[in-house]
């Protein structure tokens, strides 16, 4: 399975360590190593995904769980928790290009936390569609002190593309429109790319 160039670093490092803890201890000392190098590999997996086709679908920017859908005059929010176990690259959840990019320095509170959207480390994507724009906010949370993103104002991203990722446990939240309702409940396990986060179900306009 591919794996995202971020996870070189960590590797080149492990992998070093591992070589020495081998020569100075044998493989026993070398073994916690090479499994933190086989974690590190498996955290950072990017796998291909193909996204539905069909007008109107909005898919999910990220592995994991909903853990919060708040229906709002002004469109709704999902938050989805990411673990170490689920895979940390995010996507754009419609095509789209990319309005603007906006980093916000903060603190790292356990992503689960509900002020963690406002007070965390974070980076949030608007992105305008043909029917209206949507947000995408990449969170840090008590582990994830290196938030990654892939794009930049202007860009063009289809469904399903890779927007960025966060390393080491997370949350990413999906910013709805008016018009666009959620299809998920809190609870209910997610895929990037793939799953179906939320629905057009009358006509919205973007904002000029």
């Known amino acids: 399975m591919p794996v995202a160039v971020q996870a070189l670093p960590y590797v080149t490092v492990l992998s070093a360590a591992a070589a020495l803890a081998a020569w100075l201890g044998g493989v026993g000392a070398a073994a916690p190593l090479l499994v933190a190098v086989g974690f590190v590999l498996f955290f950072f997996r990017d796998p291909h995904r193909i996204s539905p086709e069909g007008d109107g679908l909005v898919v999910s920017p990220a592995d994991g769980r909903v853990t919060d859908v708040e229906l709002r005059p002004e469109g709704a929010r999902i938050s989805i928790f990411l673990s170490v176990f689920n895979c940390h690259i995010n996507r754009a959840p419609v095509a789209a290009t990319v309005v603007s990019v906006a980093y916000t320095r903060g603190r790292f509170r356990a992503a689960w936390d509900r002020r963690a959207a406002s007070e965390n480390e974070r980076n949030h994507l608007t992105l305008r569609a043909?029917?209206?724009?949507?947000?995408?906010?990449?969170?840090?949370?008590?582990?994830?002190?290196?938030?990654?993103?892939?794009?930049?104002?202007g860009d063009r991203v289809a469904r399903g593309e890779r927007l960025g990722l966060i390393q080491f446990g997370s949350r990413t939240d999906l910013h709805l429109p008016p018009g666009v309702e959620p299809t998920v409940a809190v609870g209910d396990r997610v895929r990037g790319a793939v799953t179906v986060l939320a629905r057009r179900t009358r006509a919205t306009q973007v904002a000029s």
């Open 130 to 153: 043909t029917d209206a724009e949507y947000g995408v906010t990449q969170i840090a949370g008590v582990l994830a002190r290196r938030i990654v993103c892939f794009k930049r104002p």
